[in-house]
């Protein structure tokens, strides 16, 4: 079975420039993640995903940051305009809800603002 | 808020040796504790977790026990191989549904 898939895996964008990431979780998992993980740091949640409903946004930088899980299903996560302490890989994870179900997570994608 | 605290980077350990990395946390209620995995190129796997006190996860030879009295969850594992060299992140979990708070990361390299 397929895990949580990226893309892109890479991407190098001047600031100020608008930039998108895509994810497709596992097939069956309602649940869905965005990360941000800076160099040399843990990854730290974005938005939480149940279902098509976001159900925690609270670290989500609202004025630059977006995202979407139309259908329940796949989800992109956008930032316009990028910035360059943007800079750092976005991972997606997937699980199956309820409480301390254990979360797959893509390889994520490493954006370099320039 | 919670937080966890693992010790730094990078641990460098010959093959068959003995691997401790340390992992101590700061949180509200009765966390649940994991440790995650990254091998290079790979995504972020969950290694082991426990879900109480005392509990100890176990995977791949690796250990951990959740102690509650030193806030500690400590990874063990008693003879490394070079297919464990990976990156090791700590994490708990105290609201539920995810909401997982990392530590730092620790980069282990294992040498023949």
């Known amino acids: 079975e397929a895990g949580v898939v990226q893309s892109p895996r890479y991407k190098i964008i001047e600031k100020k420039q608008p930039v998108a990431f895509w994810c497709n979780p596992i097939?069956?998992?309602?649940?869905l993640y965005w990360y941000r993980q800076n160099l040399g740091q843990g990854p730290e949640l974005l938005i939480r995903y149940e279902n098509e409903e976001a159900v925690d946004d609270s670290q989500l930088p609202k004025d630059r940051f977006s995202a979407e899980r139309l259908k329940g299903v796949d989800s992109t996560l956008k930032i316009q305009p990028a910035e360059l302490g943007d800079s750092a890989v976005y991972l997606c994870a997937s699980s199956l809800p309820g409480m301390n179900t254990e979360a797959f997570f893509g390889q994520g994608t490493r954006l370099t603002v320039v | 808020g919670n937080s966890v605290t693992q010790m730094e980077g990078p641990v460098t350990l010959s093959e068959e040796a003995f691997l401790t990395i340390n992992c101590t946390y700061t949180?509200?209620?009765?966390?649940?504790l994991f440790w995650y995995v990254q091998y290079p190129g790979e995504g972020l796997q969950l290694l082991l977790k426990a879900t109480k006190a005392d509990d100890k996860g176990s995977n791949k030879g690796f250990e951990a026990t959740y102690r509650k009295e030193t806030t500690s969850f400590h990874l063990e594992k008693g003879s490394v191989q070079v297919s464990d060299s990976a990156v090791y992140f700590c994490?708990?979990?105290?609201?539920?549904?995810?909401?997982?708070?990392f530590g730092t990361g620790t980069k282990l390299q294992v040498i023949p």
């Open positions: 994490a708990l979990n105290s609201g539920g549904y995810q909401k997982v708070t």
């Open positions: 949180a509200t209620g009765y966390p649940s």
């Open positions: 097939s069956g998992h309602n649940t």
